[in-house]
Each structure stands twice: as structure tokens, then as C-alpha cells.
């Protein structure tokens, strides 16, 4: 029941999605936890990957929080591929709500071979 539905939009270099927090997603009286925001992004910009035919994981990911995060109001999230080097993927995006920053991500993604996945989670290689 806390989960935000969210459906990622894929466009020419850009995937974008809209969200809304509700009031169990808050953090400060009145506002949404950070924590909530990050875990967002760290599934939405997860997506961005895909845009150059890839799947990958989280490596790393750096959210900069701009102003304080709205409940009740949404959120259009951006997320595009910055840079590839290999298997590295680098994405950017943001969080906005009209024209207000709410938020930046970076993170690093890491191309993996699902297949080479077994059942109990671990890599084979």
C-alpha cells in the first residue's frame, strides 16, 4: 500500500515519469522523507539504462535535494545517460514540481547479464 505507482515514459534520449507522495511518505511535518525521493530515483533512474539497450544495477547514486519535497503535488522525474564507458553507465535526472527543482540525481549504473544470475542471488561471474 506505500508503493508509488509509477510508469516510466520512454522518449528520444529521456525516460520521464510523473509521482505524487502521499502523506506516509512524509519526512518533515508537512513535506516527503528524502529517503522516499532517493529510493525513487534509485528505481527510476535505474530505467534510464535501457535507452541504450541496456540493463543494469546500481553502483552508486548521489541525490541533491533543492527544496523541500511536496506531498499531495506531483512530481515529474527526468532521467537520460550522461556517458557509457563499458559496461558504466552514468545517468542524470531531476525531480520537478512545474518549474521548481526539487531535486538532482547521478548515479552509476553497472550492465549485468541477468541470465548470469543464479537462484540464490549471487553472481556466477
Known sequence: PAAIPMMPHFGEGVVTTEITLGPMHGGAPGRG??????????????????????????????VDFRAPIPIGEPLQLRAWVH?????????????????DLIAEVEGLF????????DTSGAARH
Do not use: M, W
Open 83 to 99: 556517458e557509457q564507458q563499458g559496461r558504466k553507465i552514468f545517468v542524470r535526472g531531476d525531480a520537478r514540481r512545474g518549474e
Open 110 to 117: 553497472i550492465v549485468i547479464d541477468y541470465a548470469a544470475i
Open 33 to 62: 522523507h528524502g529517503g522516499v525521493l532517493a529510493g525513487i530515483f534509485d528505481e527510476f533512474a535505474g530505467t534510464a539504462p535501457r535507452l541504450v539497450g541496456a540493463t543494469a544495477v546500481t553502483a552508486s547514486l548521489t
